[in-house]
């Protein structure tokens, strides 16, 4: 078997364009495998193989990109700093982006969600305060915060390599929305999945332009941060109706 060293050095003699395709293939199946596992295998009693094997791609998402930087790209590792217009431009982002969440709940309220969804909320352990406290501040800061650089830095640079920046914006787009639909489909009608992928994807969008503008990852995850918290409370909200 050869040793980590020779398969590195192999991957880098490849061309620029082979080794951002090879790493998007390494990345790209991971979440959905991940949340098609933890969502489905427990109906087949296999509760234990679905966590482990989410648990497996979560970690995946979050190693692959810096080794990919460290060992292939000979990169170094840096806090995507930003500068004071780019916190701006995420902030202001923020305010059509909760918005528009905000004046589709109204809207549509009930006629989106699965009648059964609030005791796969149950199930899950999160309707007590503060259970939920904890999933919602995890998922609007720290789940989008990984997202961001996941799905903004990696996934986007990678796809640039091969298509340039407008198509890499819409793709990163596209492959960041597709897990979320396995998601969107086990809590919510067909409405929920539509609007909530059109959403997700438009959102994507936002992200990777504040990312290629700002070359960082802040300003995107500031209105990521708005768009997730926003969301969090609605499900706090259908929780408790």
Known sequence: MENPSSIFEKIRGL????????????????????ITASLYLPLLNNVQVGQAIWLFMKVWLILMPVLWLLYIDRGTLSWSPTNGRGVLAGLLWSIPV??????????????LVDPEAKQKMDALGITSPASFLIFASTMSLANSLMEEYVWRWFVFSKWKVLVGVWPAILLSALFFTVHHVVI??????????????SGLFVGGVIWG?????????????????????????????????
């Open 15 to 34: 061309s620029a364009a082979k080794k951002a395709l090879l790493a998007l293939l390494l990345i790209l199946p991971a979440p959905l495998l991940g």
């Open 98 to 111: 909760a918005t528009v969440l905000l004046g589709i709940f109204w809207i549509a309220k009930d006629s």
């Open 184 to 197: 969107l489909w086990d809590f919510g009608s067909l409405s929920l999945v539509f609007l909530g992928s």
């Open 209 to 241: 332009c504040l990312y290629n503008k700002y070359n960082s990852i802040w300003p995107g995850w500031i209105c990521h941060v708005a768009a997730d918290t926003m969301i969090m409370w609605i499900v706090w909200r259908i929780i408790t109706a």
